[in-house]
């Protein structure tokens, strides 16, 4: 089986969930949207490849808004096109903050800013834990997503909807592949000031995140594996 990631700049690493992909057997691709040298610019021509070749796609985080038409609109509305044939043809996907935005918006949904965003490890209310858990799990997020029509919403926190599930995807808010190594990546590209901005100490957050790591790829793998054999259909049930 061939999992295709999207990362949408160049520090979105897979971090445990491409590690709990590959346990699994799947052979792994990666596409870039944005490469570094357009990550100030990246309202950039993009051609998405072509899913027939896949068997599940994981679209991952941006630093963009998945409303922001105005900054990133060449490829945007061509991937909101894409992964929405995507869900709607029966294709598993598992999107994630801004992937997982995309798919609220790409099936009749919608994405803005919210009153306030999520920064850090955040417990979230699951009504189904074996699915997905409470976590604590990495928020870094400004927007807000209303979840499409026919899907099912899985999981809240007191400022933001987490998860929720239609046809063979699921979508979640925070960012089950964090570890430390990608943090440290936006922390250098411009997150450590988004940090401060909400009266945080990047430092500390590193830290935080290199003590909790190891708990939090347990919890990864366990989301994964859930999403695998009860949402996509790709694995036996344990």
């Known amino acids: 089986m061939r999992a295709l990631f999207v990362q949408h700049d160049h520090v979105s690493p897979l971090g445990p969930v491409g590690e709990r992909f590959a346990q699994h057997g799947f052979e792994i691709d990666t ?3 944005v490469p570094e040298e357009s990550f100030h610019s990246p309202d950039i021509a993009v051609d998405f490849p072509d899913l027939s070749h896949y068997d599940v796609v994981i679209p991952l985080g941006a630093p963009w808004g998945a409303w922001d038409d105005a900054c990133i609109g060449t490829w945007l ?25 995309l798919v609220a918006r790409a099936l009749g949904g919608s994405v803005a800013p919210g009153p306030r965003g999520e920064i850090g490890w955040t417990a979230i209310w ?47 808010q925070f960012h089950p592949e964090l570890d430390a190594a990608g943090l440290k990546g936006w922390l250098d590209w411009g997150g450590a000031s988004k940090v401060r901005e909400y009266g945080q100490d990047p430092e500390v957050m590193l830290a935080q995140t290199r003590a909790e790591q190891e708990a939090a790829r347990e919890r990864t793998f366990a989301l994964v594996d859930a999403f695998l054999s009860r949402v996509a259909g790709l694995i036996p049930a344990a």
């Open 31 to 33: 596409f870039l949207v």
């Open 77 to 101: 509305r061509a991937e909101l096109d894409w992964l929405g044939d995507a869900v709607r043809g029966g294709m598993p996907v598992l999107g994630i903050c801004f992937g997982g935005q």
């Open 126 to 172: 699951s009504e189904d834990p074996s699915l997905v858990g409470q976590g604590p799990w990495f928020q870094f997020h400004y927007d807000q997503w209303q979840v499409p029509p026919r899907a099912v919403e899985i999981a809240r926190s007191p400022v933001a909807s987490q998860a929720f599930t239609i046809e063979r995807t699921l979508a979640v």
